[in-house]
């Protein structure tokens, strides 16, 4: 039986109150003995001997003494936002840590962004570019973990170009007086390398831009569903929101793969992908440094070991390894990895030139 959320705060609540009251009446493990006392000072007059003190035992200090009740949970709004409340990754790290989590309901990906940069967000679940953005612009974050598959590599993935079935529109240059709908300047997916792939064929991708008409639609899912409804010409979006999330939920009958030429339900497709982007740096998921360091090194060991669809099943966070959303595209799980692999997410930054860069 998958557990739910409201549940689960009230049981910590609980808990946190039950806790509380242990320690004011037991030591750490809830054991009702007395503290142990300094024994009475012996008198060894009669054995001619001198008086001595019996050491006193003091109790250890408590390694969450400084952790904070709450931690402040967001993620960059891939999704209509009503599905992105459905993740299960806050749960598991609030379940596993004992601490309240206050889901951030983020508008777009500037919300999460700020955030960090003012500490209201202690836990944020961006996309490579985000990341990037927020550490130029003075976030103290720390990478918790990485997408990854279950033999512990990076899950990459990469940004398509739809197009309605039958355009005429080909390749990035056909782009050309076209409606484009992107995702959000501060997409990686959505807006970062399909930018890149617009001024490689002479095409100004900024939002002020004459050479294309630029459409933010705010989410993957959003960006994709225009070009189908006819808002935009063509639009770009993560892989895996086009080739099954939009074709499980309904949403999408079918989809060309020109590229590959590998379709699905071709019969009744809807959208044409007509490029593909190289592989980008798996999303991330980042910790405040204004944490204390013990809570620091307790969320990277949840985060990569814990946060995933084997032990979210196990666990009744999730039905199935095939319905678990612990983010906003399937994945395995986080693993860990540094800051340095996001070293090339800020060179093709420095390329394009984009102004979320400068920060």
Same mark, same amino acid.
């Given at each position: ?12 609540? /609980? ?72 993740? *299960?990754?806050? !749960?598991?790290?609030?379940? !596993?840590?004992?601490? !309240? ?35 130029? @612009? ?33 390749? &990035?240059?056909?782009? @050309? ?5 992107? *995702? ?20 100004? &991708? ?16 959003? /960006? ?35 590229? !590959?030429?590998?379709?699905?339900? &071709? ?34 060991? *949840? ?57």
């Amino acid at each position: 039986m998958i557990r739910r959320h409201a549940r689960r705060t009230a049981l910590l609540a /609980s808990l946190a109150s039950l806790a509380v009251l242990a320690a004011a009446c037991g030591n750490d493990d809830g054991d009702s003995t007395p503290a142990t006392t300094a024994a009475p000072a012996t008198t060894a007059a009669a054995a001619g001997g001198t008086t001595t003190a019996a050491p006193t035992t003091t109790a250890a200090p408590d390694p969450k003494a400084d952790w904070p009740k709450t931690l402040r949970f967001a993620a960059v709004p891939a999704e209509n936002a009503e599905d992105i409340s459905q993740y *299960v990754t806050h !749960e598991i790290i609030s379940d !596993e840590l004992g601490i !309240e989590m206050e889901f951030v309901q983020a508008a777009d990906y500037a919300g999460v962004i700020e955030g960090t940069i003012a500490e209201r967000v202690d836990i944020g679940a961006f996309g490579p570019f985000s990341y990037v953005i927020a550490s130029l @612009a003075g976030a103290d974050i720390d990478l918790a973990g990485v997408w990854g598959d279950e033999d512990g590599n990076p899950d990459d993935y990469r940004s398509y170009l739809v197009v309605p079935v039958g355009s005429d529109i080909r390749k &990035p240059a056909d782009l @050309a007086g076209k409606k484009v709908c992107f *995702v959000d300047p501060g997409s990686t997916s959505g807006y970062l390398f399909p930018s890149a792939a617009l001024l490689a064929v002479d095409l100004d &991708p900024s939002e002020t831009s004459t050479d294309i008409t630029p459409i933010f639609a705010g989410g993957h899912d959003s /960006s994709a569903l225009a070009v189908k409804n006819g808002d935009c010409d063509a639009g770009f979006a993560y892989d895996t929101m086009i080739t099954s999330q939009l074709i499980e939920d309904g949403s999408l009958a079918g989809v060309i793969d020109s590229v !590959e030429d590998e379709n699905v339900n &071709p019969d009744a497709a809807e959208l044409d992908i007509i490029w593909k982007s190289t592989p980008i740096a798996a999303p991330p998921l980042a910790i405040g440094k204004w944490l204390p360091q013990s809570l620091q090194d307790a969320l990277k060991d *949840v985060v990569t070991t814990k946060v995933n669809v084997d032990y979210a099943v196990a666990n009744g966070y999730c039905e199935s390894v095939d319905n678990c959303p612990l983010s906003d595209g399937p994945f395995w799980g986080y693993i860990a990895e540094t800051d340095a692999y996001f070293d090339g997410i800020r060179e093709l930054c420095r390329l394009t030139g984009s102004p979320k860069c400068k920060l």
